[in-house]
Nanobody, 117 residues
Framework: QVQLVESGGGLVQPGGSLRLSCAAS????????ANWYRQAPGKEREFVAG????????DYADAVKGRFTISRNNAEKMVYLQMNSLEFEDTAVYYC??????????WGQGTQVTVSS
């Protein structure tokens, strides 16, 4: 069973923090780059953060630089997204992604993050 399962979303106030988790199973997780994407209502899905297979290289969308941190634990087959200083604009469904090949992308079911006062 090849899958990704996100968790950790919820309702937070502006300036608050959340940590999202993504659990991988059914494949060799340590061999692949992992990413977080998000999609707000009525908008296109957008890239948030990525991390290479070793965890040594990371990249972020400009909108989240300095506020979000991506990390991974290959032994536990987990990838995380620590989100600090959350803003209204961060409200979206957040998805975990692993692109195993050009035609073999894995996606989780998504977890809702709502930033509201």
């Amino acid at each position: 069973q090849v899958q990704l399962v996100e968790s950790g979303g919820g309702l937070v106030q502006p300036g608050g923090s959340l940590r999202l988790s993504c659990a991988a199973s059914g494949f060799i997780f340590s061999a692949y780059r992992a990413n977080w994407y998000r999609q707000a209502p009525g908008k296109e899905r957008e890239f948030v953060a990525g991390i290479d297979s070793t965890g040594r290289r990371k990249d972020y969308a400009d909108a989240v630089k300095g506020r979000f941190t991506i990390s991974r634990n290959n032994a536990e087959k987990m990838v995380y997204l620590q989100m600090n200083s959350l803003e209204f604009e961060d409200t979206a469904v957040y998805y975990c992604n692993v692109q195993r090949s050009t035609t073999s992308g894995l996606w989780g079911q998504g977890t809702q993050v709502t930033v509201s006062s």
